[in-house]
Protein backbone atom coordinates (compact mmCIF):
# COMPACT_ATOMS: atom_id res chain seq x y z
CA UNK A 1 0.00 0.00 0.00
CA UNK A 2 1.40 3.40 -1.35
CA UNK A 3 1.61 5.74 1.79
CA UNK A 4 3.85 8.57 0.93
CA UNK A 5 3.55 12.34 1.58
CA UNK A 6 4.03 15.11 -0.76
CA UNK A 7 4.53 18.66 1.23
CA UNK A 8 4.47 21.85 -0.58
CA UNK A 9 4.51 25.25 0.96
CA UNK A 10 1.38 27.70 0.38
CA UNK A 11 1.74 31.38 1.34
CA UNK A 12 -2.09 32.57 2.17
CA UNK A 13 -2.00 36.74 2.31
CA UNK A 14 -4.18 37.68 5.18
CA UNK A 15 -3.27 41.18 5.33
CA UNK A 16 -4.97 41.83 2.14
CA UNK A 17 -8.07 41.92 0.72
CA UNK A 18 -8.38 38.63 -0.21
CA UNK A 19 -6.16 35.07 0.17
CA UNK A 20 -3.56 34.83 -2.19
CA UNK A 21 -2.18 30.95 -2.50
CA UNK A 22 1.23 30.98 -3.98
CA UNK A 23 2.72 27.61 -5.08
CA UNK A 24 6.11 27.31 -5.75
CA UNK A 25 5.45 26.62 -9.47
CA UNK A 26 4.39 30.58 -9.24
CA UNK A 27 0.42 30.16 -9.80
CA UNK A 28 -1.44 32.20 -8.04
CA UNK A 29 -5.14 32.60 -7.05
CA UNK A 30 -7.70 34.78 -4.24
CA UNK A 31 -10.27 33.72 -2.16
CA UNK A 32 -11.74 36.40 0.53
CA UNK A 33 -11.23 33.89 3.24
CA UNK A 34 -10.12 36.43 5.80
CA UNK A 35 -13.85 38.23 5.56
CA UNK A 36 -15.37 35.15 5.51
CA UNK A 37 -13.81 34.67 9.46
CA UNK A 38 -14.64 37.60 10.06
CA UNK A 39 -17.92 37.61 9.68
CA UNK A 40 -18.49 34.76 11.71
CA UNK A 41 -20.29 35.55 15.15
CA UNK A 42 -19.39 32.97 16.90
CA UNK A 43 -16.44 33.11 20.00
CA UNK A 44 -16.47 29.31 19.74
CA UNK A 45 -15.58 28.96 16.11
CA UNK A 46 -12.99 31.47 16.52
CA UNK A 47 -11.43 29.70 19.47
CA UNK A 48 -11.75 26.55 17.38
CA UNK A 49 -9.84 28.11 14.32
CA UNK A 50 -7.17 30.02 15.84
CA UNK A 51 -6.52 26.65 17.79
CA UNK A 52 -6.55 23.92 15.23
CA UNK A 53 -3.66 23.63 13.64
CA UNK A 54 -4.46 21.02 10.99
CA UNK A 55 -7.14 20.49 8.17
CA UNK A 56 -7.99 17.47 7.08
CA UNK A 57 -9.53 16.85 3.59
CA UNK A 58 -10.05 13.45 2.32
CA UNK A 59 -11.84 12.99 -1.16
CA UNK A 60 -13.50 9.89 -2.20
CA UNK A 61 -15.66 9.17 -5.10
CA UNK A 62 -15.76 6.17 -8.02
CA UNK A 63 -12.32 5.28 -9.90
CA UNK A 64 -11.11 7.35 -12.65
CA UNK A 65 -12.82 10.99 -12.00
CA UNK A 66 -9.83 12.51 -11.66
CA UNK A 67 -9.21 12.36 -8.12
CA UNK A 68 -5.41 11.94 -7.70
CA UNK A 69 -5.36 14.57 -11.30
CA UNK A 70 -7.25 16.68 -8.76
CA UNK A 71 -4.85 16.44 -5.66
CA UNK A 72 -1.70 16.87 -8.03
CA UNK A 73 -2.50 19.49 -10.22
CA UNK A 74 -3.69 21.33 -7.36
CA UNK A 75 -0.22 20.88 -4.86
CA UNK A 76 2.25 20.90 -8.22
CA UNK A 77 0.60 22.95 -10.91
CA UNK A 78 1.60 19.60 -13.11
CA UNK A 79 -1.19 17.73 -15.18
CA UNK A 80 -0.32 13.90 -14.83
CA UNK A 81 0.52 12.07 -18.10
CA UNK A 82 -0.54 8.93 -17.33
CA UNK A 83 -3.26 7.24 -15.14
CA UNK A 84 -2.10 5.03 -12.39
CA UNK A 85 -4.85 3.36 -9.47
CA UNK A 86 -5.01 4.89 -6.30
CA UNK A 87 -4.69 2.69 -3.04
CA UNK A 88 -3.83 5.45 -0.78
CA UNK A 89 -2.06 8.16 -1.00
CA UNK A 90 -1.23 12.06 0.73
CA UNK A 91 -0.13 15.22 -0.07
CA UNK A 92 0.39 18.29 2.57
CA UNK A 93 0.48 21.61 1.72
CA UNK A 94 1.33 24.17 4.38
CA UNK A 95 -0.77 27.60 4.97
CA UNK A 96 -1.02 30.67 6.95
CA UNK A 97 -4.39 31.50 7.90
CA UNK A 98 -4.18 34.73 10.42
CA UNK A 99 -0.66 34.80 11.02
CA UNK A 100 -1.21 30.95 12.12
CA UNK A 101 0.26 28.05 10.15
CA UNK A 102 -2.06 25.20 9.68
CA UNK A 103 -0.95 21.92 7.78
CA UNK A 104 -3.92 21.13 4.85
CA UNK A 105 -3.45 17.47 5.29
CA UNK A 106 -5.09 16.13 1.23
CA UNK A 107 -6.05 12.72 1.50
CA UNK A 108 -6.34 10.41 -2.21
CA UNK A 109 -8.96 7.09 -1.81
CA UNK A 110 -9.07 4.72 -3.80
CA UNK A 111 -13.00 4.27 -5.36
CA UNK A 112 -12.84 0.75 -6.47
CA UNK A 113 -14.92 -1.85 -4.48
CA UNK A 114 -12.11 -3.93 -3.80
CA UNK A 115 -11.25 -1.10 -1.35
CA UNK A 116 -14.44 -0.80 0.28
CA UNK A 117 -13.10 -2.12 3.74
CA UNK A 118 -9.73 -0.21 3.51
CA UNK A 119 -10.67 2.72 2.45
CA UNK A 120 -12.60 4.04 5.82
CA UNK A 121 -9.25 3.63 7.57
CA UNK A 122 -8.64 7.00 5.76
CA UNK A 123 -11.51 8.37 7.82
CA UNK A 124 -10.80 9.19 11.43
CA UNK A 125 -10.00 13.24 12.46
CA UNK A 126 -11.42 14.08 8.96
CA UNK A 127 -12.71 17.82 9.24
CA UNK A 128 -13.71 18.22 5.63
CA UNK A 129 -14.71 15.64 2.48
CA UNK A 130 -14.55 16.11 -1.37
CA UNK A 131 -17.07 13.99 -2.45
CA UNK A 132 -16.22 14.13 -6.38
CA UNK A 133 -18.16 12.74 -9.79
CA UNK A 134 -17.09 13.59 -13.40
CA UNK A 135 -19.46 15.83 -15.17
CA UNK A 136 -18.94 13.27 -18.10
CA UNK A 137 -20.07 9.81 -16.20
CA UNK A 138 -23.47 9.23 -15.55
CA UNK A 139 -22.72 6.56 -13.31
CA UNK A 140 -20.21 8.20 -10.92
CA UNK A 141 -22.86 10.89 -10.74
CA UNK A 142 -25.54 8.27 -9.45
CA UNK A 143 -23.00 6.58 -6.92
CA UNK A 144 -22.43 9.72 -5.39
CA UNK A 145 -26.11 9.29 -3.68
CA UNK A 146 -25.74 5.77 -3.65
CA UNK A 147 -22.15 4.91 -2.49
CA UNK A 148 -20.19 8.12 -1.50
CA UNK A 149 -22.74 10.09 0.69
CA UNK A 150 -23.97 6.89 2.71
CA UNK A 151 -20.74 5.84 3.40
CA UNK A 152 -19.00 9.01 4.78
CA UNK A 153 -22.37 9.66 6.63
CA UNK A 154 -22.48 6.45 8.32
CA UNK A 155 -18.62 6.84 9.46
CA UNK A 156 -18.44 10.88 9.68
CA UNK A 157 -21.85 12.04 10.53
CA UNK A 158 -21.50 15.51 10.92
CA UNK A 159 -18.76 16.11 9.10
CA UNK A 160 -18.93 18.58 6.08
CA UNK A 161 -18.31 17.57 2.50
CA UNK A 162 -18.21 19.24 -0.59
CA UNK A 163 -20.18 17.69 -4.06
CA UNK A 164 -17.43 18.50 -6.43
CA UNK A 165 -17.78 18.12 -10.41
CA UNK A 166 -14.66 17.06 -12.17
CA UNK A 167 -13.29 17.06 -15.47
CA UNK A 168 -15.37 19.84 -16.77
CA UNK A 169 -13.15 20.24 -20.04
CA UNK A 170 -14.60 16.97 -21.22
CA UNK A 171 -17.75 19.15 -21.53
CA UNK A 172 -16.61 20.17 -25.11
CA UNK A 173 -14.85 17.28 -26.23
CA UNK A 174 -16.32 16.14 -29.13
CA UNK A 175 -14.80 12.40 -28.64
CA UNK A 176 -16.33 12.71 -25.23
CA UNK A 177 -19.82 13.81 -26.19
CA UNK A 178 -19.81 10.96 -29.04
CA UNK A 179 -18.90 8.01 -26.75
CA UNK A 180 -21.68 9.00 -24.15
CA UNK A 181 -24.41 9.91 -27.12
CA UNK A 182 -23.87 6.20 -28.41
CA UNK A 183 -24.79 4.98 -24.74
CA UNK A 184 -27.78 7.66 -24.97
CA UNK A 185 -26.26 9.79 -22.26
CA UNK A 186 -25.16 13.02 -22.18
CA UNK A 187 -22.57 15.32 -19.87
CA UNK A 188 -23.97 16.69 -16.89
CA UNK A 189 -25.03 20.27 -16.39
CA UNK A 190 -23.92 22.36 -13.26
CA UNK A 191 -27.26 22.84 -12.03
CA UNK A 192 -27.94 18.88 -11.91
CA UNK A 193 -24.75 19.42 -9.33
CA UNK A 194 -26.32 22.38 -7.87
CA UNK A 195 -29.56 19.78 -7.29
CA UNK A 196 -27.79 17.21 -6.08
CA UNK A 197 -25.63 19.08 -3.74
CA UNK A 198 -28.89 20.36 -2.23
CA UNK A 199 -30.58 17.14 -1.59
CA UNK A 200 -27.79 15.23 0.04
CA UNK A 201 -26.99 18.25 2.25
CA UNK A 202 -23.27 19.27 0.58
CA UNK A 203 -21.79 22.54 1.76
CA UNK A 204 -22.46 23.33 -1.27
CA UNK A 205 -21.18 22.39 -5.40
CA UNK A 206 -18.51 23.36 -7.22
CA UNK A 207 -16.54 21.80 -10.47
CA UNK A 208 -13.00 22.52 -11.71
CA UNK A 209 -10.78 21.09 -14.19
CA UNK A 210 -8.05 19.89 -13.49
CA UNK A 211 -6.42 20.01 -17.20
CA UNK A 212 -7.19 23.65 -17.11
CA UNK A 213 -6.93 24.00 -13.55
CA UNK A 214 -10.45 26.03 -14.29
CA UNK A 215 -12.24 26.63 -10.30
CA UNK A 216 -9.71 23.90 -9.54
CA UNK A 217 -7.98 26.81 -6.39
CA UNK A 218 -11.65 27.59 -5.41
CA UNK A 219 -12.06 24.10 -4.43
CA UNK A 220 -9.63 23.78 -1.85
CA UNK A 221 -10.34 27.39 -1.00
CA UNK A 222 -14.19 26.47 -0.67
CA UNK A 223 -12.94 23.31 1.71
CA UNK A 224 -10.97 24.77 3.99
CA UNK A 225 -14.00 27.34 4.63
CA UNK A 226 -15.84 24.57 5.42
CA UNK A 227 -13.66 22.97 7.79
CA UNK A 228 -12.68 26.06 9.37
CA UNK A 229 -16.94 27.55 9.29
CA UNK A 230 -19.12 24.47 8.89
CA UNK A 231 -22.49 25.32 8.17
CA UNK A 232 -24.13 22.95 11.56
CA UNK A 233 -24.93 25.84 14.25
CA UNK A 234 -23.92 22.51 16.66
CA UNK A 235 -19.87 22.28 17.48
CA UNK A 236 -18.14 20.57 14.43
CA UNK A 237 -16.69 16.99 15.40
CA UNK A 238 -14.16 15.37 13.79
CA UNK A 239 -14.61 11.93 12.43
CA UNK A 240 -13.80 9.52 14.59
CA UNK A 241 -14.04 5.43 14.16
CA UNK A 242 -15.33 3.49 16.74
Known sequence: MSDTCKTQNISWNLNRTHVIVQTSAGTEVSRNVREALERSTSPALRLRANEMQTIKCVVVGDGAVGKTCLLISYTTNKFPSEYVPTVFDNYAVTVMIGGEPYTLG?????????????????????????????????????????????????????????LVGTQMDLRDDSNTLEKLAKNKQRALACESGEKLARELKAVKYVECSALTQRGLKNVFDEAILAALEPPDTKPKKRCVLL
Not at 106 to 133: H, K
Open 106 to 162: LFDTAGQEDYDRLRPLSYPQTDVFLVCFSVVSPSSFENVREKWVPEISHHCPRTPFL
